[in-house]
């Protein structure tokens, strides 16, 4: 972390010129006495205003939010040290190491007025995972992983505080400070019931019917170095009996399932391996389900097996079936998060230059909602800027905790910084297509996946999944889901590959986010349910076929098909130095040769600038450079008479990662005679 201390000092005088203007500056500390805190942390502070009377933690939600919110990445923090939170931008350091705020970006623009004040630092851990990559990130702790306030968290009291008009220079108030101090830490939640491992998944008390399960997981511990926990809530038949062998039973009888999956970045893994988050596809279904099917009686078939879910559940319900049609019978997912990047909730990710903005200057919204006599008015509750400006309160590099940021660790691939490699740029929204272009490699875009696993020599999605993905949308979805499944619907179920009804898509007219599949009351819902399972059972009208349930169709290995695309050897070996060479003829007659520069490979929304170095010094000024270009040295005269030796540097900057240097090798240049 040196570089980031040398940053933290550099920011520190960015901000000291910024109070001139203003003036506000918060200092929080944490009196060593206390005893709350022992050895360093790395984390992030978020500092609340919220309005007179109010309590800070009410309404932190994106669309309703009445405070006043920042945010500041903390680096080796002991007792008895002071943070400080001054001034802010979105520049490209300043959001890694100086403040960052929601919805005023810097703490200068603060209105004047009574606030109750708060803050809270949110811990990271320091994880080594298995492919040597080093990782900052809030581990799981059985608290939902919320953005704030999670468990371990330093709180300082809500304390009443005016804030001044801006002192000028020199002006009789002068620059306001307030102090706070941090007094307590959130307690990990307490519960009746036996648990195993650390705070992760905790297990309750079970009661006749609801049954409490948690194992430790050998994959996910063996790649985050540490003990992993999977669970499951489980929730028992009426007349379930253990003792019970019979077979001949008339109809099956439901064992609902709801796993219990909180993980790094987010309190759901979205039940697949990636790349960010770990084996949790894995840790689920090769680890835990066996368990399962060892501890109660299920029938272990995969038409005994049925994934339903809505919003997030209704993407992890599709995509494991997608990729694991050896496993599951069938899923019931509704409106379900992107199963298509064509739309990614309504960004046109694979097209769009920017995530916020179409090319037509219109905003993209995330959250929306219908009113009017007929439900036709849409308003735009928050846009896709807003939502992430306010994400990246909560964390830098994808570690809010929050929807973006999830999506970004589940979908992507593995920056070369450890982080997930973000699709677009937090503050400027700008898209970085070849970041894009790995969600689609690691098989995250389901549309996709199907249509490059149609029919090839090892799987055959388009016999195995027929019949068997259900897929339920309203038209006025509050999360524009619509969008992700329509997009979804045209590729799979159109002319090049399954035709119409391929997979089963309703789409209901005026539907918000919500409810049961197909807005099914429960019994009937369940019935829908159970009738899929008795009709593709062995004794059914169409059980499934061996090509169905074929271990053959399984997608989403961890090692072949997602650490080989995104992982940290997959990082590593995607940089390359620039080089220098020399050109043509051979002749060393002025002109004959050039001498040209590559500027080598960065990751996608690294800044570059070049330099040409001459016999060892610096030559020229830098200039901007882009990755793939190709550039070249003009040499004079004199240097092709006498001779010289030419290499080539260039500076990568990029946000949330260490600046970086790289030169190439030094190509001499002969002596013209
Ligand atoms: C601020 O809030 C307190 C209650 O916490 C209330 O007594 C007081 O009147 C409020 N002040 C203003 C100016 O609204
Ligand atoms: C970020 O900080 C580094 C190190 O202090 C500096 O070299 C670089 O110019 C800064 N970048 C921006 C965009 O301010
Ligand atoms: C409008 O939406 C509300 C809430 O979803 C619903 O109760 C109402 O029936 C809808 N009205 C029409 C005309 O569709
Ligand atoms: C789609 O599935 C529903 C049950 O969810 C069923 O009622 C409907 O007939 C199916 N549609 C087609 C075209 O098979």
Not at 361 to 372: A, E, M
Not at 428 to 449: C, I, L, N, R
């Amino acid at each position: 972390m040196g570089f980031a201390r040398q940053l933290n000092w550099a920011v520190v005088l960015l901000a000291s010129l910024t109070i001139v203007a203003n003036g506000l500056r918060v200092e929080i500390s944490l009196p060593e006495e206390k005893g709350l805190l022992h050895g360093k942390l790395d984390g992030r502070v978020v500092l609340m205003f919220a309005p007179n009377g109010t309590d800070p933690l009410d309404d932190i939600e994106v669309d309703s939010t009445p405070n006043h919110m920042f945010g500041k990445n903390i680096f080796d923090f002991s007792a008895g040290d002071t943070i400080t939170l001054s001034g802010g931008s979105g520049d490209a350091n300043a959001t890694a190491t100086g403040v960052y705020g929601f919805p005023l970006v810097s703490m200068d623009d603060l209105p004047p007025g009574l606030y109750r004040v708060q803050a809270f630092l949110n811990p990271y851990d320091r994880a080594e995972r298995s492919d040597g990559s080093i990782v900052r990130v809030k581990f799981p702790c059985g608290d939902g992983a919320p953005q704030v306030n999670g468990v371990g968290s330093l709180v300082t009291a809500a304390t009443d505080v005016e804030v001044m008009v801006g002192g000028e220079e020199g002006s009789a108030a002068g620059p306001q400070t307030i102090s706070l101090t941090f007094d307590t830490v959130t307690p990990v939640a307490s519960f009746a019931g036996s648990e195993i491992g650390r705070c992760e998944q905790g297990n309750y008390a079970d009661t006749e019917r609801l049954k409490y399960v948690k194992i430790r997981s050998a994959k996910l511990s063996a790649f985050w170095d540490r003990d992993m926990y999977v669970g499951a809530t489980v929730l028992l038949p009426a007349g379930y009996d253990t003792a019970d062998t019979a077979t001949s039973r008339p109809a099956p009888k439901l064992i609902l399932v709801r796993f219990r999956h909180e993980a790094p970045f987010y309190d759901d893994s979205y039940g697949v391996n990636t790349a960010n988050l770990g084996p949790y596809g894995d840790a689920l279904n090769d680890e835990l389900i066996p368990y399962l099917d060892a501890t109660f009686r299920t029938i272990a078939a995969p038409y005994g097996r049925i994934q339903e879910g809505g919003s997030t559940g209704g993407w992890i319900s599709a995509a494991s079936v997608i990729f694991r049609p050896d496993l599951f019978g069938a899923c019931f997912s509704s409106y379900p998060d992107s199963l298509s990047f064509q739309k990614h909730q309504d960004i046109a990710l694979y097209s769009n230059t920017n995530a916020y903005r179409n090319d037509d200057g219109t905003r993209i919204g995330s959250i929306r909602k219908f009113s009017g006599e007929h439900n036709d008015t849409e308003t735009i509750l928050a846009t896709v800027e807003q939502e992430n400006h306010w994400e990246l309160v909560f964390g830098t590099s994808s570690r809010s905790s929050l929807q973006w940021d999830a999506w970004n660790a589940v979908f992507g691939a593995q920056g070369l910084n450890g982080s997930p490699l973000e699709p677009w740029d937090k503050v400027t929204g700008e898209v970085y297509p070849e970041s894009v272009a790995y969600w689609k490699e690691m098989g995250m875009d389901m549309a996709e996946y199907i249509a490059a696993n149609w029919k090839t020599p090892t799987r055959n999605l388009g016999e195995a999944l027929r019949g068997r993905l259900f897929v339920y949308v309203g038209t006025h979805d509050d999360y524009y889901l619509n969008e992700g499944v329509a997009a979804f619907a045209r590729r799979v179920n159109g002319p090049d590959l399954g035709g119409p009804g391929w997979a089963n898509i309703t789409v209901t007219p005026g539907a918000k986010h919500g409810g049961n599949y197909q807005r099914r009351e429960i019994w009937n819902y369940l019935e829908l349910v159970t009738g899929w399972v008795r009709d593709h059972g062995p004794a059914g009208a169409t059980p499934l076929t061996a090509t169905a349930v074929s271990p053959q169709n399984r997608g989403n290995r961890f090692d072949e098909d997602v650490m080989r695309v995104g992982g940290r050897a997959a990082a590593l070996a995607r940089q390359a130095d620039p080089i220098v060479e020399i050109q043509g003829g051979g002749s060393r007659k002025c002109g004959g040769s050039r001498i040209v520069g590559t500027v080598g490979r960065w990751d996608p929304g690294v800044r570059l600038e070049a330099q040409w170095v001459v016999d060892g010094v610096a030559s020229g000024k830098p200039f901007a450079v882009k990755q793939g270009d190709v550039v070249r040295y003009a040499a004079s005269n004199t240097q092709m008479k006498e001779g010289f030796g030419v290499r080539l540097r260039v500076h990568g900057t990029k946000r949330n990662y260490e600046d970086e240097t790289r030169e190439s090798k030094v190509v001499m240049v002969m002596a013209r005679r």
